[in-house]
């Protein structure tokens, strides 16, 4: 049976194991409609004509793990950001692991979707902010549709959150191959700071397909500053679908680090629904391997006095794959908008592959909006610069891709984040050049 | 320390140095001066094993041995450094990481184990005030925005940390103001010792008279064709190059 249609045929069997009583199921309902409609995007859609599905879809996969799977902490430990003090909310194979988390619900909810979907306590927040702005394309509808867990963080009126929130998901191999469908939903509320890193891992070389969205509202005057961390194995593929939505006056921020992984898709979109408010995407991708990653960026400006920054940078080497679709839209109210968006790209070798496709469409007349791609290789000049010093062809290499990253690096505000994020691209590019940039 | 024999290179087919000769011994200061155009730069970057250009005859040894298939880090790791004329810009990197690797990397491929952290930060003060660096400068990306002095000021801060057999200063002195010349040129002479080697690359005697050549040598079209004590530098900066030129030629 084709994946398609033994997801619509496993509604019902899904049905059997939530409440059907509750509101949020008639959103499933019609999801799965959607869905039923939409199907699996294929490359005849423009936003996907880089980024092919097909392969991935042929797996059996497992909709509903079968066995409750479990891990001791220190099996997982390195995938943590285990340096620092922080709430966690860890999921092995789409379940709940209470053993490696941390949750809370004093002066703010760390806690899981199943259940702010099911008491009555988060029913307005539920009513308000469920499934609002995910947009309904096949795969949020099916991520929708089947909608039951994942973490929900809520964040109330003037709370700076001190420690960060980790999200992990694991998956254990314990099914032959299985299909993920996370659901987050995270609201911000006024002047309330909070910091999140989110990271999918597959512990075997059983194949795993994820397919996530999440939902993030910021309101007046919040700061959400997000870091994804992608370096996942061959096996694991990612659909991430984030949808944030501002309101005036705050800061949402998100960083993503694409370092491995078979297909990773990141359609990340910000909706202004204020104004003198500003969002911030930027991104490292370092693949090779035949990898291949997808930044699908919208940043929507529908209202004055806003700003947006994306910067980008991609390394690709040994036949990978990078796609860069960076949408910029500015409706005629948005006056007075200043819109950024940077993204170079470096090709090691000539196997690689870059799409880059930056698209501005505005309709205000008083705005700057600017854009810029690049798409080169490494500076002769400057690698025979360092070698004259001294510095070995492949660490001459690596200090220049890590000088090329690094402005990107520069705006992560957690130490340990971009520590850690140092190492790996360290581990990467296979050098150690004995400090941290 | 440096014997160059009947050099002969080429860049992109066209043929750069003609038949170069010199014989530099531990301990001597020389100064190579020449118009623009004679082949100076490329000389220095020949020397440092820059692969746009290709030795098409002759050779480059270093204490007797032959540095021709030998890239360029392997030719730093042996003793050679080039202050470039047009030291590139590397935003992201600092001065002081830079430093650090280039002195680890060529200790490791010395089989020396890495510098000991406060004896690098003992060295880098120490070498910083020889050339009147400020700490801030320190922590700044190598050579972005530093104005020309500076990038000069820093490469000679580099052959100071280094520590060179031989130094190769291209065209050290442009873009400096006489201040910075005075501070460039004092770095350099205290570093110099009778076991290292100097090689001045420049247009104008201005340098000279702050870093005094044993010899001085007249690089035109490709070849040299005069040699002689300092003298020769004075001649040349009252004279101009015609009447060697000429002379050439005869």
Known sequence: MELKDKLVSSFMAFEDTVDVNLPVH???SKAIKDFENLGFPSKKLESWKYTSLSKLLKSDYSVFPKNESSLEFKEVKKYFIHEIDSYKIVFIDGIYSSHLSETSHEGLDVCLMSAALSKPKYKIIIDNYFNKI????GLTALNTAFSREGAFINIPRGKVVEKPI????????????????PRNLIVVGENAHVQIIERHQSLTDNPVLTNSVTEIFANKRAIVDYYKIQNDRQSASLIDNTFISQQQNSHALVHTFSLGGNVTRNNLQFFHKGEYLDSTLKGVTIIGDKQHVDHSTLVHHATPNCESHQDYKGIYADRSTGVFNGQIIVEKEAQKTNGFQQNNNILIDDTATINAKPQLEIFADDVKCSHGCTIGQLDDEA???????????????????YAFANNVLESVKIPEVKQRINKLIAMKLGVNLGFDL | MLKIENLHANVEGKEILKGINLDVKPGEVHAIMG???????????????????EITEGSVLLEGEELNELAPEERAHKGVFLSFQYPVEIPGVTVTNFLKTAINETRKAKGLEEMPANEMLKKIREKSELLEIDRKFLSRSLNEGFSGGEKKRNEIFQMAMLEPKLAILDETDSGLDIDALKIVANGVNRLKNDE??????????RLLDYIVPDFVHVLLNGKIVKSGGKELALELEEKGYDWIKQEATV
Not at chain 1, 166 to 181: A, D, K, P, R
């Open chain 1, 134 to 137: 995910a947009k309904t394309d």
């Open chain 2, 35 to 53: 118009p623009n155009g004679s082949g100076k730069s490329t000389l220095a970057s020949v020397i440092a094993g820059n692969e746009d250009f």
């Open chain 2, 196 to 205: 290292n080697a100097v090689v001045v690359i420049t247009h104008y005697q």
């Open chain 1, 383 to 401: 690698m025979f610069y360092l070698k004259s010093r001294g510095i070995p062809e492949k660490e001459a290499r690596a200090l220049l891709m």
């Open chain 1, 166 to 181: 980790q999200i992990l998901h694991f998956s254990t191999g314990n099914e032959s191959s299985l299909l993920l469908q």
């Open chain 1, 26 to 28: 008639e959103v499933r």
